[in-house]
């Protein structure tokens, strides 16, 4: 007897990561349906999901007819999945009480009001458990409340425990109706030093094993992209066509190679420093830090290409990470594809959930049916 598929329908879809993770987990998993507004990474998922029904614009226009397409909600959804931007409450910069992106965890719900899917899953930056926002959402859970056939449970996951090579703590609730079982939350399967009969995290050596030193597809790179809505139409790129770097000055590369492994801008003798760092001496330490090769990688953000911007240099090359790289960091297949510029495809990748922690995540929902 085949298995029944599971239909997924993605909301703040990105290039697709946490699908991807989700298809890794299990072929079970079909992706009916993914909303997301940037029309670039919306292009991408598309390239990447060929039978997804992709929407490339805003949730509240998705939402504006007054219900959820009929197409979809004929399929039926069984697990609704997404990430609501996060950038009004990250810990990253200022935040902003009342940056509308905050609210957009209510066109969230009213999609899991109107679809009425057996779980959810709600990824977002750790900081989001003790916003507003989450006591909000729970707030709806309750009696009398528009999401009262539901609970959820939250927990911080941190994706290195999961196989992925990179230290990335996201927010992850998990949701039931109450007609399902709890699905509780996926077990490590890797530890810190190896311990507890569990292998030890993966490194970025291990990740970038066979990856050419020097990258090498820059001229092909800017030979291949078209932009989005041009006539020829978008080109889609494999992770692999996406080994390119940026130009730097003499000065920038006399920068990296002082700068040992694990280093930071503080290994700088003065002469090399930038004024304000000879001003400010505390601060974050990942400001032109260099990776560790035989640990996980710190967080890939959307700017990994920019030493300037935190711990991306490469462990040995005078560089910042290559896309190719951020993307293997990420575990991203290479069978994945992506649609945009540098610019845009780094904000693809470095927003994307790790493919290792959303399977993961996928695989415990997948034990429920």
Request: proline share 8%; hydrophobic share 35%; charged share 25%.
């Amino acid at each position: 007897m085949t298995a029944r598929t599971i239909r997924v329908l993605d909301l703040f879809a990105g290039a697709g990561g946490l699908t991807a993770g989700f298809h890794t987990a299990s072929p079970r998993f079909r992706s009916i349906a993914a909303v997301e507004m940037d029309p670039e990474a919306a292009a991408s998922y598309r390239a990447t999901f060929p039978k997804t029904d992709v929407y490339a614009g805003a949730i509240q226009d998705w939402l504006a007819e007054g219900t959820i397409p009929a197409g979809v909600l004929a399929r039926g959804v069984d697990v609704v999945v997404g990430g609501p931007p996060c950038q009004g409450f990250s810990t990253l910069g200022k935040r902003d009480a009342e940056d509308a992106r905050n609210r957009l965890w209510e066109q969230y719900a009213q999609v899991i009001q109107r679809a009425r899917p057996k779980y959810f899953v709600v990824e977002n930056v750790p900081a989001f458990g003790k916003s507003p926002q989450y006591r909000d959402f729970l707030a709806a859970t309750g009696p009398g409340e528009f999401l009262e056939d539901y609970s959820f449970d939250f927990r911080v996951l941190n994706a290195a425990d999961y196989g992925a090579p990179q230290a990335r703590r996201r927010a992850v609730l998990i949701g039931h109706r109450y007609d399902m079982a709890v699905p509780g939350f996926p077990e490590p399967t890797h530890s810190p030093d190896g311990g507890g009969d569990l292998p030890p995290y993966r490194t970025v050596r291990q990740t970038l094993l066979g990856v050419p030193a020097q990258p090498d597809m820059d001229e092909r790179f800017d030979q291949l992209r078209t932009r989005v809505g041009s006539r020829r139409g978008p080109r889609a790129l494999s992770p692999r066509e996406l080994h390119v770097s940026r130009g730097y000055s003499p000065k920038s590369r006399e920068r990296f190679a002082a700068i040992p492994e694990g280093g930071n801008r503080a290994d700088l003798p003065d002469d090399l420093k930038a004024p304000c760092w000879l001003r400010h001496t505390s601060g974050s330490m990942d400001v032109m830090g260099r990776l560790h090769w035989d640990r996980p990688s710190v967080t890939i953000r959307t700017e990994f290409f920019k030493p300037e911007k935190g711990r991306y240099l490469h462990p040995v090359e005078n560089r910042a990470i290559t896309h190719y790289e951020a993307a293997l960091l990420q575990g991203f297949p290479d069978t994945h594809r992506f649609i945009g510029s540098r610019t845009s495809i780094a904000r693809q990748i470095g927003n994307a959930v790790p493919i290792p922690l959303g399977a993961a995540i996928a695989r415990q929902v997948l034990a429920q049916f």
